[in-house]
């Protein structure tokens, strides 16, 4: 391709990439998420509309531009939901969820080949992680390259991309045990489209069900030969199946299910709570023949007689429990005392002191009143500890964790939640439940004999690590997060994974195959895993059993479930395959270009000719991603050991590579406890290493390539940092778009550095004749090429965060085409990019401000002199008043006017941000207003509410005295940032602001004045 503009350099559908990519966070089936964990995974949307929009050459014209960017993105639709929100939408496109197959497609995919001289452009991401770039540029026919250093990613790029692509079309037919077995079959006739009665009459036909066998005429297949061939995730699905069937053979009697003597009725009426132990079969299935077998089917069919009805469990739910310090009593660790809260159905765990002292007696409370006080729902911790039952003693969070380190946390059953006919139960664990641990105990030896590497005795990340917290509390091995019989489930899933390559042997699978089945049963083994630690959670209100990555983060659960694997509930193994099979149907279909998957660190060399490459690098201290992964790096070694050399190699160590101090290479994040707590060394080397990475993406781009990175951190600093360390690897950037990508619980913690908005960045590769630049022509160029991009993107009807985000990237061209940019005034000297930026934000935050500032919307040149603070102020009340706004905008708009969100909180106290949202905080609510010190030179909105303050206390003279100490009255630019707030304000605040207006002698706004005002940040 020539080096031409592309479509990305000019412009981009950004409001549609945010609605569609935040809409995909409510996809489940099919979604790439669903294959493995994997924390911040993009959102395939805005993979998609990145790649396009940079692979495609730009049209020229605003017009075709217009067209082009619709064609992507389709077109936003409002619609005012009952309860008055405003909802959006887009129609069209191919960015929403599903519409990756819409006819569009081909066109984009012709397109980008043509545009690549009829050659699949080579695309790169040197960060894949989860996968989402590379897989979206595999869909659109690319010759893609996903490189990561984590082995898990390594491994779920695979999954990803590497296994679709290789058996994408291909069909064998099913193993015999799959096609012998009448619900594998029903549900796969039913995906081929047969209605339920065909398929009842059909499996009847292969005598899979019970009756006379029918004519062929009624049935679609009568003969196992006849049923089609079926593809990759059918093949998963069958021999998920047969691990799950091996399995239950093993795990049945470490999961034992009970009967309650009571009518078939609904709802079934209890005749006693007597428990009978429900004997298996040796598949491990239930055997209720010796409890029912005495009734006849005239007994049984009449469902108001009595009969035994088996109820197998869903989970076992816990508490962690210590000995109390003052009375020794056995106190249990509970955060809350509900087992169920869903609407009517209102259950609790009682807990009722012994009378010897020595600890605590269970029950059930079925159908507790409404109303009832919350010191008996309430549990036993709180945030300052545990409060012992027995004796009303305080355990400290400093004693719990010491009692933990001590080895003396441990646990105890409280009850089981087991499946009834009319729903969920839940009752206390019999004796032989209780002494499951001991059963599960004794055979973790023999079993994990069998298992290379056996028990995970692999060690945690320490105290200090990066958004670790569980290792506080004595967890130091990651077999510590399992309890012995969620690992006896485990080994026993891996055993089988394992087996299955042997028993695959008899079934004539190529090696493609071979691998990709065991990689996805593995996968599937983790899946289950991340619902069987001792850090899930029991769901009261939806009374289902919740994962332990739902933060990339490991914090303690004091009350924590046990899923039954076997039960067919959320975190059961079924459902792990089920998901897993949905994304490699999904996948089969996004198989378009060749794939190449690479694990080693973007800092080495890298494929050489790309065509692009599209990134979305790890942010300084945003997430632990190896130190969490090691959660399923130790599972994944032991299921996949021996599979093939490159999985060996891959999985050589027992954990996934950190920081090798030898090299300085290695993962890049900021973990200070990597370099002995040293947190400049720390950062240093994230940075270089970054700034290495970039390097390697220069050389590795053809000369008309573009390399597109992602950037989501919330601190100026970090941008600053990463942006300088682009361009010194010899980027020109000359586009910055915001897309809101995520959904906000991504993050690692809510307050962390990670962005709920991230800045998608362009660059293309500087010129080798490059001169140094002049900082005075530099800052010219900007200056005179600037506003026809700012009209370009207001005109467009860009507005908040997105304008002054949009106009920021080719800002950044006048700078970055240069090598260096030099002072003329100073010598030696070299303008840097922070003060670059400086200047290129006062140019675009004045512009947006601008228009809040002049009452004819157009710009007001006063806006340049604006401190930033009031600045940001403006800018967040024009676009959301003093309602809760989205954080990610938020932030995106203090970054763009050099504060970080932190400083708008603690320091000016300007602000609440708390979770995904943040609010201004109203004029009387502020502390810093109150100062009777209040800095002369402190931010414009300061004085503002200062005077506010002292009007509203009736001080006159006080009043008069700030003006008049401050030269307010004379002050054009504070009567300008006044007006402007009095249009924004409303009632009682208005009125106010209105009196000290006068009191100056000031123009009031008419109301007609206003509604045009705020029409223009609309
Ligand atoms: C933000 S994540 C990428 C997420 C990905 N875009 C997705 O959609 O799933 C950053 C990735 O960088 C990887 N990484 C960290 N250091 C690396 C290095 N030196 N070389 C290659 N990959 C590295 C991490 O393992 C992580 O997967």
Redesign the pocket.
């Known amino acids: 391709m020539e080096n031409d503009r592309r479509l990305i350099e000019a412009a981009f559908p950004i409001k549609q990439t945010s609605i569609d990519s935040v809409h995909e966070k409510n996809v489940r089936h099919g979604h790439i998420s669903t294959l493995h964990i ?5 959102p395939l949307a805005a ?1 998609r509309s990145a790649l396009i929009a940079t692979l495609l050459p730009d049209p020229g014209t605003e017009s075709e531009r217009r067209k082009l960017v619709k064609k992507i993105g389709g077109e936003v639709k409002t619609e005012t939901t009952k309860s008055g929100k405003v909802k959006e939408s887009t129609e069209g496109g191919v960015l929403h969820w599903k519409r990756e197959d819409n006819p569009e497609m081909d066109e984009f995919r012709e397109r980008i080949r043509e545009a690549f001289d009829g050659q699949a452009p080579k695309v790169l ?9 590379p897989l979206e540029a595999m869909r659109l026919g690319c010759d893609t390259t996903a ?4 082995p898990v ?1 390594w491994f779920i790029l695979k999954c990803t991309l590497e296994y679709p692509q290789k058996l994408a079309g291909k069909e064998r037919t099913l193993p015999d045990f799959a096609l012998e077995d009448a619900d594998f079959v029903d549900q796969y006739l039913k995906k081929q489209g047969l209605t339920p009665a065909k398929r009842r009459d059909t499996l009847r036909g292969l005598g899979l069900t019970e009756g006379d066998a029918l004519s062929t005429q009624q049935v679609m297949f009568s003969d196992m030969n006849q049923i089609p061939d079926a593809d990759l995730s059918w093949h998963v699905r069958a021999w998920g199946k047969w691990v799950l069937d091996e399995a239950r053979k093993d795990l049945a009697e470490f999961y034992p299910t009970y009967a309650h003597f009571e009518t078939a009725e609904k709802p079934a009426e209890r005749k006693s709570d007597e428990l009978k132990r429900v004997p298996t079969h040796n598949d491990g299935t239930l055997d209720m023949e010796p409890l029912n077998g005495e009734y006849g089917d005239d007994y049984l069919d009449d469902d108001t007689n009595p009969r035994w009805v088996a109820k197998p469990t869903v989970a076992y739910l816990w508490a962690r429990k210590v000995s109390c310090k003052s009375c020794r009593a056995t106190l249990p660790l509970l955060k809350t005392q509900w087992l169920c809260r869903d609407g009517d159905k209102r259950i609790r765990l009682t807990i009722e002191p012994k009378e010897d002292g020595s600890g605590v007696t269970f029950g059930i409370e079925r159908d507790v009143p409404k109303g009832i006080g919350q010191d008996l729902t309430s549990g036993t911790m709180s945030r300052s500890g545990a409060t012992c039952p027995c004796c009303g003693t305080t355990m400290t969070m400093a004693d719990l964790r010491a009692e933990g380190k001590a080895g003396d946390l441990e646990q105890m059953m409280t009850s089981v939640v087991i499946d009834g006919p009319n729903g969920k139960e839940y009752r206390l664990p019999t004796d032989e439940e209780r002494a499951s641990t001991d059963r599960a105990e004794a055979e973790l030896e023999n079993l994990f004999d069998e298992i290379p590497f056996g028990v995970p005795t692999e060690p945690m990340p320490g105290e200090n690590a990066l958004g670790m917290r569980i290792p506080k509390y004595g967890f130091k091995e990651w077999k510590d997060l399992f309890t012995s019989r969620q690992l006896v489930a485990l080994g026993t899933f891996v055993k089988h994974t394992r087996r299955v390559r042997e028993a695959m042997k008899s079934f004539d699978y190529g090696p493609a195959w071979r691998e990709g089945i065991s990689a996805y049963l593995a996968s599937s083994v983790d899946r289950f895993a991340d619902y069987n630690s001792n850090l899930c959670n029991w769901d009261n209100n939806s009374e289902y059993i919740t994962h332990t990555f739902q933060r990339f983060a490991l914090p303690i659960k004091w009350d924590f479930s046990s899923v039954n694997p076997l039960s067919g509930s959320t975190g059961a193994y079924d459902g792990a395959l089920d998901w897993i099979s949905r994304y490699v149907s999904h996948a089969l279909q996004a198989t378009n270009g060749e794939v190449t998957v690479q694990q ?4 080495s060399q890298l494929p050489s000719d790309l065509d692009a490459i599209v ?5 300084y201290d945003a ?1 632990p ?2 130190d969490s992964m090691d959660f399923f790096h130790v599972w994944l070694r032991r299921s996949l050991h021996g599979l093939s050399e490159e999985f060996d190699n891959v999985f050589s160590e027992p954990l996934s590579p950190k920081w090798d101090h030898g090299k300085e ?5 900021d973990d200070a406890s990597r370099f002995n707590g040293d947190q400049e060394r720390s950062k240093q080397a994230y940075e270089d ?1 970054m700034a290495e ?1 970039f390097e390697r993406c220069y050389e590795a781009l053809n000369d008309d390539g573009r390399l597109c990175i992602v950037f989501a951190n919330k601190s100026p600093d970090a941008w600053e940092t990463l942006v300088s360390a682009v361009i010194r690897a010899g980027f020109v950037v000359d586009a910055s778009w915001p897309i809101e990508t995520e959904m906000i619980n991504r993050t690692r913690a809510q307050s962390s550095a990670a962005l709920s908005s991230s800045i998608w960045i362009v660059c293309r590769k500087r010129s080798e004749t490059a001169r140094p630049g002049w900082d005075n022509q530099v800052l010219q160029e900007m200056r005179e090429t600037l506003p026809d991009r700012l009209r370009q993107f207001w005109d467009a009807g860009i507005r908040g965060p997105d304008f002054v985000w949009s106009a920021t990237g080719p800002a950044m061209e006048a700078y970055s085409k240069h090598p260096v940019v030099k002072k003329a005034d100073e010598p030696g000297e070299t303008m840097e990019v922070s003060e670059f930026l400086d200047h290129v934000r006062r140019e675009v935050v004045d512009f947006a401000v601008g228009r809040v500032l002049s009452r004819n919307g157009h710009a007001d040149d006063d806006a340049e002199s604006l401190d930033k603070v009031t600045a940001y102020y403006l800018l967040h009340r024009s676009d959301y008043g003093l309602a809760e706004a989205p954080a990610g905008a938020c932030i995106l708009y203090s970054i763009s006017c050099g504060l970080s969100d932190d400083a708008l909180d603690d320091q000016y106290d300007l602000v609440d941000i708390s979770g995904s949202t943040a609010q201004l905080k109203a004029w009387d609510e502020r502390s810093r207003p109150q100062e009777d010190s209040l800095d002369p030179t402190a931010p414009l909105i300061d004085q503002v509410h200062r005077l506010m303050y002292l009007w509203k206390q009736g001080d006159k003279a006080s009043v008069d005295a700030f003006i008049e100490e401050r030269g307010l009255s004379d002050h054009d630019l504070f009567q300008k940032v006044l007006q402007a707030i009095i249009e924004l304000s409303e009632n009682a605040e208005r009125s106010l602001l209105e009196s000290i207006s006068n009191h100056f002698g000031g123009q009031v706004p008419t109301r007609q004045q206003s509604a045009e005002q705020s029409e223009l940040f609309d």
Do not use: V
């Open positions: 994997w924390p911040a995974r993009r993979a991401d040197p960060f894949a992680g989860g996968g989402a770039i490189i990561d250093l984590n990613a080693q660190s973007a800092t990134t979305d690098p790890p942010y997430i991603y190896s290479d290695g993962e890049l994040i290493g990475a």
